[in-house]
């Protein structure tokens, strides 16, 4: 029987990835929904090609251009075939939930970036689908709600970061969220380094955002690949991996693995440490997601060892990079914390690409926020919201003491 999955962020490199993995497996997976922000047209194709039920977009005038581009393909005699007429158009925040928590839906990919992705990852998990979890955000910003609504629904979760795809695959089969019980050290986090690894500080003045997008292993959306050249990814996944694995923040060891051969590794207490490798395609835990406990084609390509030859480990820079520090540290915090780093980050990031802001005001912008952040604990979905707009509001307010001069 073929199981029915919603794609959030359908048009991005986590959702392509995930539709080649469907288009290699038809008759085992059924595409239910589609979603997507501003690759109209392709989110259409997409649907056409999968012939889903529906597609959610952000705005009216999406919707509008979404149904011109399904008229379009009515038109088109070598499309008549396909059934793209029964794709139903919806919009907006609601939407992204309904289609998430949709009864006809075994498996949600959650692969929206940033925090929008949270409230429809959430009402996945509240209707007790398989939560395929790409979007570490929902974790950084509600851990302990997630979790929660993971366990009070009996939902499934996955995660497809190769990092913590690689140590829920190191890590025993029965394992509940206790180190001690399984003889578990620590769990070593590898890290690419990004683009900058090599650079000093005094080098990272002028860098631009096409230099920052640049990363040399994984092909990703702009937003993260920034985060990626900040360490701040790795940040976002260690909270990630905390909430995942139920541990301190003192029981990961960042390691940068320029390679990214080695995904990330469980040390044990015998000596032993096991690792998880492959290729640096995506595709590789996105099909274990969907398949788990099984393992299905992918379409990835074998590791060629011999190819490889030398794997590399050094220890991150933390004085260059200080964001991976600002997460620690915001974990630990606890409360709103998370949420506020992400928030500032979010706006940090956003203000670079357009050239606002220099690489480096990145963290010192983020770092003013969080100085300003009062500690509050968190109890419901609302104190994690208003957190993020707290945030957001006052990065923007600070923004114009970082604009570059022009």
């Not at 590898?190 to 997008?213: D, W, Y």
Request: glycine share 6%; net charge negative.
């Amino acid at each position: 029987m073929s199981q029915w999955i919603t794609v959030l962020g359908a048009t991005g490199s986590i959702g392509s990835s995930t539709l080649d993995v469907i288009r290699r497996h038809p008759t085992r997976y059924r595409v239910y929904a589609l979603t997507g922000f501003s690759r109209i047209q392709e989110l259409v194709a997409a649907a056409i090609e999968f012939s889903a039920k529906y597609i959610v977009v952000p705005t009216a005038s999406a919707a509008a251009k979404a149904e011109a581009f399904f008229k379009q393909a009515e038109s088109d005699t070598s499309n008549s075939s396909n059934e793209h007429s029964s794709c139903s158009v919806l919009v907006g925040e609601n939407a992204l939930a309904d289609v998430a928590s949709a009864q006809d839906v075994d498996m949600v990919m959650a692969s929206i970036v940033g925090a929008a992705g949270l409230l429809p990852t959430l009402a996945a998990a509240n209707a007790g689908k398989r939560v395929l979890l790409a979007n570490k955000e929902a974790l950084v910003m509600a851990g302990p709600l997630f979790m929660q609504a993971i366990r009070d629904n009996n939902a499934l979760l996955l995660p497809i970061d190769s990092e913590h795809n690689a140590i829920f695959q190191s890590l025993p089969e029965n394992y509940r969220g206790d180190f001690s019980q399984h003889g578990i050290e620590k769990i070593l986090l590898t890290a690419s380094g990004g683009p900058f690894r090599n650079k000093t500080k005094s080098e990272l003045i002028n860098v631009t955002p096409a230099q920052a997008v640049a990363h040399p292993n994984w092909t990703m959306g702009a937003k993260i690949s920034v985060d990626s050249a900040t360490l701040m990814n790795k940040g976002l996944e260690l909270i990630e991996a905390c909430f995942l694995f139920n541990c301190r923040a003192d029981q990961i060891q960042v390691v940068v693995h320029p390679q990214s051969v080695i995904h990330s590794m469980v040390q044990y207490n015998d000596g032993s440490v096991i690792a998880e490798l492959g290729q640096p395609d995506m595709r590789t835990p996105i099909a274990y997601g969907m398949a788990w406990p099984e393992r299905i084609d992918a379409g990835v390509k074998h590791l060629d060892l011999f190819e490889i030859a030398q794997l590399d480990f050094v220890a991150p820079d933390h004085d260059t990079f200080p964001c991976l520090n600002l997460a620690q540290n915001a974990f630990e915090r606890g409360g709103i914390f998370p949420a506020v780093l992400n928030a500032a980050n979010e706006i940090a990031v956003a203000a670079f690409l357009a050239e606002q802001i220099s690489f480096l005001a990145i963290p010192e912008l983020i770092e003013k926020v969080i100085q300003a952040c009062p500690e509050q604990d968190v109890t419901c979905l609302e104190d994690v919201l208003a957190a993020d707009r707290w945030a957001r509001e006052l990065a923007n307010t600070l923004l114009p003491s970082y604009l570059l001069d022009r």
